[in-house]
């Protein structure tokens, strides 16, 4: 199978022996007409674009922070496209100076911790209000829609976590964006959608609400919960407006992004790296600068795409069945 | 077992000495969606619920501090807010701030900039998911299909400061793009820093993070077309671009309308952070916007009530644009964010 075929389906689907398939689960309809060849060049090529407009990038990104400060300079000091030497070198630059390999214990510490508290309040919230006319629900849940369609804005928000002495601390980077609206509404939705038979059976075994949300709702609704996860935890692992505002001067406070965001995109100097140029003291083979830069990139999205094939096949599910109901 | 499920309270008493064991849980029950609506009292309820209600207490107690409390915060817009006397012992100075603002050039300069940005997004951002998501459609082979879907959706969670990198090296000046200009002899051009292009930068900039995201919800509304509706328009004689033309748009139309809705009331939130970080690449009179024009003058400069005054303006305005943008989708007659 050529991969024209792979993408635009098969022309002839009929196997060899000429006998009609049973079952047409997928492919292209009979009804429908085939193709023309401009019409499937055309796809291809917009597809291809497409993918390769997402991925080539991070193969330059990633390749450049593995290249040999030889391949960098032949490169022009650019990204480095063709492999043509490769090196540890900046990686193990960058590990051995303490702001990055802090910044990836602090951003995996803040990301830990803010998606525990987020996912707990969030499912506790979500299947509080999922329950048919409990007391209250109403209120709480025009409590909730009243704080997306209005905001006190920057300013305001910022006075409350200052006069609540957060400047500095770890908590004000986690709890003033703790619970999304709207992550609870979709996974309320998910949860009314749990069979209400399946929970009334075990309110007669006697469960109470807590029970029936651990060992019903919770393993019923799994894609949610991962998805969910998945959005709060990136959220955390790229929090980078936060630092800016309750901590931007303590480095050895700082997450990820916010070293990426200083050191690369405002190019200010890395203590302690070539980049400082104190290189002659470093011991091992001196990377460059370029890929040093690139490898704090890499490092920022590491954890994102290696958890993310895991959870990608729930997206749909999760983000769809859950449309708001009122 | 129906008994249960409609769940009335005075089912208990009914229930007599061979009640089963469950019995008295029963009262307990909550009804489900449907049924006969139950008169308790709001004690019985709250006995019932009570643990509903402290599950809702954390949340609430949040969205109070970080989310009500700055609402009330608000009224440092209207005080020469100073930190060390907090929200309530500042000195109140009414409007002052707002006249100040509405004369302020470089906060008009901000406003025209944050429509502008919105604008050229709207136009030029809005329609991409959409037609990807028609084209996506149209993949046969469904494991090709999930790989697509699956790359064009991982830029969505990357950061804005990776995104802006990854774009600054594509495009800027030691980039990928000027590196090739640069060994064809031809002249270099720093997209990053160049205000005339920073519009269509951003654009490109929230297509490639956001665009492949957004195609989710397009394609949710095109495997809700009943496939029988082709059949029988191709049986009928349409052809490729008939059946698009009357099947499948008009099957998207109520999620393109709630999109548009959701862009028009959010018009003036453009990419608050993705601004911030590359302000000072462009220059403020690109790249200022109400959002960050509220952060500098408020925190930057520490006249908190001013940037707040100027966050004010814009959630007020946003608000405003949020009901008008429903009432577009409604005088259409589609549902847009809430039913009439």
């Not at chain 2, 009330?72 to 907090?86: K, Q, R």
């Given at each position: 199978?050529?991969?024209?075929?792979a993408?635009?389906?098969?022309?002839n689907r009929?196997p060899?022996d000429?006998?009609?398939?049973?079952?047409?689960?997928k492919g292209?309809a009979?009804w429908e007409?085939q193709?023309t060849?401009v019409?499937?060049f055309?796809?291809?090529?917009?597809l291809?674009?497409v993918?390769l407009?997402?991925?080539l990038p991070?193969y330059a990104v990633?390749l450049?922070?593995?290249?040999?400060?030889g391949?960098i300079?032949?490169?022009g000091?650019?990204l480095?496209?063709?492999?043509d030497g490769?090196?540890?070198?900046?990686y193990r630059e960058?590990?051995?100076n303490?702001?990055v390999t802090?910044?990836?214990?602090?951003?995996?510490a803040?990301?830990?911790?803010?998606t525990?508290v987020?996912m707990?309040?969030s499912?506790?919230c979500?299947?509080?209000l999922?329950?048919?006319r409990?007391l209250?629900h109403?209120?709480?849940?025009?409590?909730?829609?009243v704080?997306?369609?209005?905001?006190?804005?920057?300013i305001?928000g910022?006075l409350?976590v200052?006069?609540?002495?957060?400047y500095?601390q770890f908590?004000?980077?986690?709890l003033?964006?703790g619970v999304s609206v709207f992550?609870?509404?979709?996974?309320r939705?998910?949860?009314?959608?749990?069979?209400?038979d399946?929970?009334?059976?075990?309110r007669?075994?006697?469960?109470?609400?807590?029970r029936i949300?651990?060992?019903v709702?919770?393993p019923?609704t799994?894609?949610?919960?991962a998805v969910?996860t998945?959005?709060?935890?990136?959220?955390?692992?790229g929090s980078?407006?936060n630092?800016l505002l309750y901590?931007p001067?303590?480095?050895?406070k700082w997450?990820?992004?916010?070293v990426l965001?200083e050191?690369?995109n405002?190019?200010?100097k890395?203590?302690?790296?070539?980049t400082?140029g104190?290189?002659?003291?470093v011991?091992h083979q001196?990377?460059?600068?370029?890929?040093?830069?690139m490898?704090?990139?890499?490092l920022?999205?590491?954890?994102?795409v290696?958890v993310y094939?895991f959870?990608?096949k729930?997206?749909?599910?999760?983000?769809?069945?859950g449309?708001i109901k009122? | 077992?129906?008994?249960v499920?409609t769940?009335?309270?005075a089912?208990?008493?009914?229930?007599g000495?061979?009640?089963?064991?469950?019995?008295?849980r029963?009262r307990r029950?909550r009804?489900?969606r449907?049924g006969?609506q139950p008169r308790?009292?709001?004690r019985i309820?709250?006995?019932?619920?009570?643990?509903?209600?402290?599950?809702?207490?954390?949340a609430?107690?949040?969205?109070l501090?970080f989310?009500y409390l700055?609402?009330?915060?608000?009224?440092?817009?209207?005080?020469y807010?100073d930190?060390?006397?907090?929200?309530l012992?500042s000195?109140?100075i009414?409007?002052?701030?707002?006249t100040?603002l509405?004369?302020?050039?470089?906060?008009?300069?901000?406003?025209?900039?944050?429509?502008v940005?919105s604008?050229v997004?709207?136009v030029?951002y809005?329609p991409?998911?959409?037609?990807?998501?028609?084209?996506?459609?149209?993949?046969?082979?469904?494991?090709?299909?999930?790989?697509i879907q699956?790359?064009v959706?991982?830029p969505?969670?990357?950061?804005?400061v990776?995104?802006v990198t990854?774009?600054?090296?594509?495009l800027?000046g030691?980039g990928?793009l000027?590196?090739?200009?640069?060994q064809?002899?031809?002249?270099t051009?720093?997209i990053m820093?160049s205000?005339?292009?920073?519009k269509y930068?951003v654009?490109?900039?929230?297509?490639?993070?956001?665009?492949?995201w957004g195609i989710?919800?397009f394609?949710?509304?095109l495997?809700?077309?009943d496939p029988a509706?082709?059949?029988?328009?191709?049986?009928?004689?349409?052809?490729?671009w008939r059946?698009?033309?009357h099947?499948t748009?008009?099957?998207?139309r109520?999620m393109i309308?709630?999109?548009?809705v959701l862009r028009?009331?959010?018009?003036?939130n453009?990419?608050f952070e993705?601004m911030?970080i590359?302000?000072?690449?462009v220059g403020?009179?690109h790249a200022e916007?109400?959002?960050?024009f509220?952060?500098?003058?408020g925190i930057?400069?520490?006249?908190f009530?001013?940037?707040a005054?100027?966050?004010?303006f814009?959630?007020v305005i946003?608000l405003?644009?949020i009901?008008?943008?429903?009432r577009l989708a409604?005088a259409?007659?589609?549902?847009g964010?809430y039913?009439?």
């Amino acid at each position: 199978m050529s991969a024209a075929d792979a993408v635009f389906g098969r022309r002839n689907r009929r196997p060899l022996d000429g006998s009609i398939p049973r079952k047409r689960s997928k492919g292209r309809a009979v009804w429908e007409e085939q193709p023309t060849l401009v019409g499937r060049f055309g796809k291809g090529t917009v597809l291809t674009a497409v993918v390769l407009l997402v991925l080539l990038p991070l193969y330059a990104v990633i390749l450049t922070s593995f290249s040999s400060e030889g391949a960098i300079t032949r490169a022009g000091g650019s990204l480095v496209i063709v492999p043509d030497g490769l090196s540890l070198g900046a990686y193990r630059e960058i590990f051995s100076n303490g702001v990055v390999t802090r910044a990836v214990v602090v951003s995996f510490a803040i990301t830990f911790a803010g998606t525990a508290v987020s996912m707990t309040v969030s499912i506790l919230c979500a299947y509080g209000l999922s329950r048919a006319r409990s007391l209250g629900h109403r209120f709480f849940l025009m409590a909730m829609i009243v704080t997306m369609f209005f905001s006190g804005g920057i300013i305001p928000g910022f006075l409350v976590v200052s006069e609540l002495h957060g400047y500095d601390q770890f908590w004000a980077l986690i709890l003033p964006g703790g619970v999304s609206v709207f992550n609870i509404l979709i996974m309320r939705g998910f949860y009314q959608a749990t069979t209400q038979d399946l929970i009334d059976a075990a309110r007669l075994d006697g469960a109470g609400d807590w029970r029936i949300l651990w060992s019903v709702v919770l393993p019923t609704t799994k894609a949610v919960t991962a998805v969910m996860t998945l959005f709060y935890a990136v959220g955390y692992w790229g929090s980078w407006f936060n630092v800016l505002l309750y901590m931007p001067f303590d480095n050895s406070k700082w997450p990820l992004s916010y070293v990426l965001y200083e050191y690369v995109n405002l190019g200010v100097k890395m203590p302690g790296t070539s980049t400082g140029g104190a290189g002659a003291t470093v011991q091992h083979q001196i990377a460059s600068p370029f890929a040093i830069s690139m490898a704090v990139v890499v490092l920022t999205l590491i954890p994102i795409v290696v958890v993310y094939p895991f959870l990608q096949k729930h997206f749909t599910k999760g983000m769809l069945t859950g449309a708001i109901k009122g | 077992m129906a008994v249960v499920t409609t769940g009335d309270a005075a089912v208990p008493e009914e229930a007599g000495p061979l009640a089963p064991p469950g019995a008295a849980r029963i009262r307990r029950l909550r009804p489900s969606r449907r049924g006969p609506q139950p008169r308790l009292s709001w004690r019985i309820r709250l006995r019932r619920d009570r643990s509903l209600i402290i599950m809702v207490l954390p949340a609430m107690l949040l969205l109070l501090v970080f989310n009500y409390l700055p609402m009330f915060g608000t009224v440092s817009a209207f005080e020469y807010y100073d930190p060390i006397y907090g929200f309530l012992h500042s000195n109140f100075i009414g409007l002052q701030n707002f006249t100040d603002l509405f004369r302020d050039q470089l906060f008009w300069q901000a406003f025209q900039n944050t429509l502008v940005l919105s604008f050229v997004q709207l136009v030029l951002y809005f329609p991409i998911p959409i037609i990807l998501a028609i084209l996506l459609n149209t993949v046969l082979s469904s494991k090709l299909r999930s790989f697509i879907q699956a790359v064009v959706y991982l830029p969505h969670f990357f950061s804005w400061v990776l995104v802006v990198t990854i774009f600054d090296q594509m495009l800027g000046g030691a980039g990928l793009l000027n590196e090739f200009l640069r060994q064809h002899d031809m002249s270099t051009w720093n997209i990053m820093t160049s205000g005339s292009a920073f519009k269509y930068l951003v654009t490109a900039q929230a297509v490639w993070k956001e665009g492949g995201w957004g195609i989710i919800v397009f394609l949710a509304a095109l495997a809700a077309i009943d496939p029988a509706l082709y059949e029988a328009a191709a049986a009928d004689g349409a052809g490729r671009w008939r059946r698009m033309w009357h099947i499948t748009l008009p099957g998207m139309r109520g999620m393109i309308v709630l999109m548009l809705v959701l862009r028009l009331g959010n018009a003036l939130n453009v990419g608050f952070e993705q601004m911030l970080i590359q302000r000072y690449a462009v220059g403020p009179q690109h790249a200022e916007v109400l959002d960050t024009f509220a952060y500098y003058y408020g925190i930057g400069n520490g006249n908190f009530g001013y940037g707040a005054a100027a966050g004010l303006f814009k959630g007020v305005i946003s608000l405003v644009m949020i009901f008008a943008a429903n009432r577009l989708a409604h005088a259409i007659g589609e549902d847009g964010l809430y039913r009439k």
